[in-house]
Each structure stands twice: as C-alpha cells, then as structure tokens.
C-alpha cells in the first residue's frame, strides 16, 4: 500500500484496460455493461475515485480545485523526461489530434507503472495545491515516467478534462443504477443534488440515495430550449395561453445565493464570481439557498435596466477583477427569469407557474439584478409582436414556456421554444481550412472566410472561421478538394486559393481586431456551399458594416 500497489481491481492499469474497452465498441449497452462490472467489484474509496474519472473529471464538480496544467507544461514535461523535441511532438499530435494520444505515442512500449487509483487521484489533488509552473512541470513529468505508455495517455487525457471515449457522466449514472440495482432517476437526482458522481455512486452502492441534500455552491445543469422558426410552430406546439419572455444577448448565468454568500456560474459551470463583483453586490441578502437561472447582461449606466449589445459585455468577459472605471463604463446585471432551489431545497419539478411565484416573493430591490418581465399571449400575432419588442429592445428574440412544465436541468425538450431568427447571410470565400479535433482529426473541417474589400477592390479580409452547418459527407468531399488547392501547410492549417465559396449565417457583427477586416461574426454557421457564385460576387466590408450599424 505504502508504494501504491494494491489487488488489481484497484490499479488504474486496469481502470484505463476498461477505458479502451469502453472506448472500443460503438455500441451502447456494451460500453454500460463493461463499466457496470468494472465499478461493481471496487472499494468505496476506489469506487469513487473511478465513477469521477470515468466521467471526465479529477474532482466532484462542486471542487472548485483545479489542476491549472496546460498543452504548455505537459509538452515541456514530456519532453524534460523524453528528451523528445518540439517537432517530434508536433507530429504526434498531428497524427492523432489529442494530447492523450500524444502522450502514449512517445511513451510507447513502457511497461504499467502499478499505480491505484488513490496514487492517481494524489497526483491530481498535488497539481491542484502547488503554486508555480515549475512546481506543476515537475510533478507531471515525475507522474509521467512513474506510469506505463496506457497510464500516461489517460493521466493526459483527465488533465484535459476529455476522455474521447464515448461515455458521459450520464452513462457512469446509468451504470452505476444497474451495478447496484437503483433506479436511474434516483442515481440522477441524488447527483443533481450533490455534484459529485463519486460520492453519489457509493451512495448507490450502500442504498442510501434518500441521504444526499442539496449542496450549494456548484453549478446544475441548465434548462435548454428548442428552437422552432415561426411564430406559427410556436403557437401550434404551446398551451394557451403561454408565458412569452425576451431571449436576452448576453450569457446564460447561475446565481447560487446563501445570505450574503454569492456565486455566479457560466453555462460551461465554470466560476466566475470574481468578474462580476457590482452584480454580487446586487444580489447579497436576497434569500437563503436559492439557486437562480438568468443572463448577465451589459446596461445602459443611464437606464440601468436597459441592455446593450453582447459586444458591449465582450469587454467584461475573462476578466477576474473588473477595474471600477470599466465597471462603472460597462454595468452588468443578472436578470433572473427561474428558480432551480429555494431555502436549500430544489423546485424544479414544481409548474413554471408557481416557481414564478417564489421568484416574484424575493426581494428584488436593485438595478443591477432584477426579475425578467413575461406576458401570456395566445396568438401568433401576440407573438409576432412579443419578437419585434424584443428586437427593439435589444434582444436576441424571444423564448416561450408552458407555464406548466418543470425544468429540467441539461435537457431540451418543447416546453420551452426560443424564436430567434439570424440578421441575414453572407456569401464568403475560403482562405484557410484546419483539420478539426477528435472524430474530426483526419478531416479539414474548420473553415477561415473573407469578404473583398470593395467591388472594386478584390483584397481578401478575414471576417471569421466557422465549423458547423455541414453534414460529415461534406465535409469528406471538401476535404480532398481543399488538399488539392492548398498553398502552404503549417502544421495543422492549410492556407489555400480562394475558390470556395460558402453562404454562412450568424448571430451579430461586432467589431473586432482579431481579423483583417475589423469585425467578426458571432456564432457563425455554414448554411451552404455556394457553387453557383464565383469568389468575384462574395459580399464586401460595406455589407458587413451595414450589417453591424456603421453604415
């Protein structure tokens, strides 16, 4: 015990055995059984430990701990124990586009290291507390040469946080409910309650599911809606009536509240407390154990209920401790327009309606986090004219609710329906393409475009990159065709003649100086590949500063 080696059902050799059996079979119920018979057989300790790893993660989601380890310091690590240049690097990653695999190429043929679990999860927790790159380079380069090739691919892998084998924390539930005999649902919402999937699987283990309470302070899963194109659907799919809100241009927001204690978490469940202390202060002693759903806007300092484009909040986001003067130049706000939990106690299977009802019992009394309006409406012109308010206003479009429905945290469902139609199209041509990342590695499927300068003026500039829109045939087939008009090659990126031609859609033209052209699209989608229109009649710079309000 005292070197790590234990029975084997406790060594991560055999974790990461289960690993690539998981990984290598498509089929569902194979994956569920390989990791039911694994988990069923570990300790508590052990058991834990696995069921948070096998869902790609080193600590329980309400563990705010992280590893803080990077491409940066894993490369310099191999490297330091390797001896392995920058270049050999390079090409095992663009081999397989994945640190992991990265990873096990250069180590390959090293023999298991006899590591357990628990000398695993020891090695995350001791990245977590060392200060300095150099403390953190040591201990993954020592992590490293102490581990077999297949050892080392997973301890890369969990430091990315991706395991690229098919199987989400939702499956480790699923598996844990048939290893133990539980029904799923209450495997589901003992973790929905505790954030940990390790402590929620012993749980399992020991028939004590009824025992697990809410803990605040970690991110749940966020509601999600399903986008329909008319005002039409909206009205043939809802109740009547049925509750219409503004579908705000900001980003989706969590508010865990305990007194004076507050959180924020962003949709990705990050943290992000610190970038956003005047919207904290808004929302200290509004309740007790309240878990709120909304959006952080940027306001008007001189309406400060009035939101301001998404490209106004862009200049708080990523910023851990907001100057006061760029507080005071760009507000935010936290606009709440649900309740997951109140006085520690979760609410989601209660109707929208009487959830409403505890949102609207609080004590809202600040401008700087206030409650979303909403109207119940009936017809398509009522919402036709909810959508062109929400425009005026502001706002992206709207979102419908039946006012009957739950929340249901991480799932999208027709109980709530976003209307948000895009600005317009643009016709652009491509001038570079990379190949993508994980089932995407051996494809280019990541497309940089441009507009011409003017009609006269056939200078290309850069306006965004776009990944999403087309079908993986497609993609096939615009993959030999790009190779075969490339440029110049560096590493993963293809420059290549301008000849293709695509119709892309987006959410926004905000400015920008990441590219030539000065502007940028936001969430930009292929909508298709434009072979009808030479690269000479693509759009120019005077229809995208029309598009964003500079014309």
């Keep these: 015990m005292s070197d790590g080696l234990v029975a084997a059902t406790d060594r991560f050799a055999d974790w990461v055995a289960t690993a690539d059996r998981i990984r290598g079979t498509s089929k569902r119920l194979e994956k569920l059984a390989e990791l039911e018979a694994y988990l069923a057989d570990l300790d508590d300790a052990s058991l834990a430990i696995a069921a948070r790893f096998f869902s790609g993660i080193v600590f329980a989601r309400h563990d705010q701990r992280t590893t803080n380890v990077g491409g940066s310091i894993l490369s310099s690590a191999l490297t330091e124990l390797t001896g392995a240049s920058d270049a050999t690097l390079a090409d095992a990653y663009a081999r397989h586009g994945d640190s992991g695999e990265m990873v096990g190429d250069v180590l390959a043929g090293r023999p298991s290291g006899g590591q357990n679990l628990a000398w695993m999860a020891d090695r995350f927790a001791s990245l977590a507390h060392v200060r300095g790159t150099g403390g953190r380079r040591t201990i993954v380069r020592d992590t490293l040469g102490a581990l077999g090739a297949d050892e080392a691919r997973y301890f890369a892998k969990l430091l990315g946080g991706e395991l690229r084998i ?73 109740p009547s009536p049925f509750v219409v809100e503004d579908k705000y241009d900001g980003i989706r927001a969590q508010a865990h509240v305990d007194g004076e204690q507050v959180r924020l978490y962003s949709r990705t469940l990050d943290e992000i407390t610190e970038g956003y202390p005047d919207v904290v202060a808004a929302l200290r002693g509004l309740g007790q154990g309240l878990v709120l759903d909304g959006e952080l806007l940027a306001v008007d300092p001189a309406a400060p209920r009035r939101p301001r484009p998404f490209a106004t909040l862009q200049r708080r986001l990523g910023r851990k401790s907001p100057s006061a003067a760029l507080q005071a130049e760009v507000p935010a706000a936290f606009v709440a327009y649900d309740i997951l939990a109140s006085s520690t106690t979760l609410v989601i299977e209660s109707a929208w309606r009487d959830r409403r009802s505890v949102l609207e019992a609080l004590s809202w009394r600040s401008d700087a986090a206030f409650l979303a309006p909403y109207s119940l409406v009936t017809t398509e012109m009522n919402v036709e004219a909810a959508f062109d308010a929400a425009r005026i206003g502001g706002n992206e479009g709207i979102i419908a609710k039946d006012p009957g429905s739950p929340y249901t945290p991480g799932r999208r469902g027709k109980t709530w329906i976003k209307l948000k139609r895009p600005l317009a199209t643009l016709d652009v041509v491509v001038t570079g393409v990379e190949r993508g990342h994980g089932r995407r590695n051996g494809v280019l499927s990541d497309y940089t475009f441009a507009v011409r300068a003017s009609e006269s003026d056939s200078t290309l500039l850069n306006v965004g990159k776009a990944y999403n829109g087309l079908t993986d045939v497609e993609i096939a087939a615009l993959t030999e065709r790009f190779k075969a008009i490339t440029t110049e090659q560096f590493g993963r990126f293809h420059a290549v003649r301008p000849e293709v031609v695509l119709e892309v859609t987006f959410d926004i033209v905000q400015k920008s100086a990441r590219h030539k052209a000065g502007y940028a699209l936001r969430f930009p989608r292929i909508v298709r590949v434009r072979d009808d229109k030479p690269p000479i009649e693509i759009d120019t710079l005077a229809r995208v500063r029309e598009l964003a309000g500079d014309s």
């Design 166 to 238: 098919g199987l989400k924390e939702a499956q480790v539930e699923e598996a844990a409910a048939r290893a133990f005999g539980r029904t799923l649902a209450a495997v589901r919402h003992a973790n929905l309650l505790r954030g940990d999937i390790g402590e929620v699987v012993v749980l399992a283990r020991r028939g004590a599911l009824h025992e697990a309470t809410l803990a605040l302070f970690h991110p749940l899963g966020f509601m999600l809606a399903q986008p329909l194109s008319t005002a039409a659907d909206i009205v043939g799919t809802m």
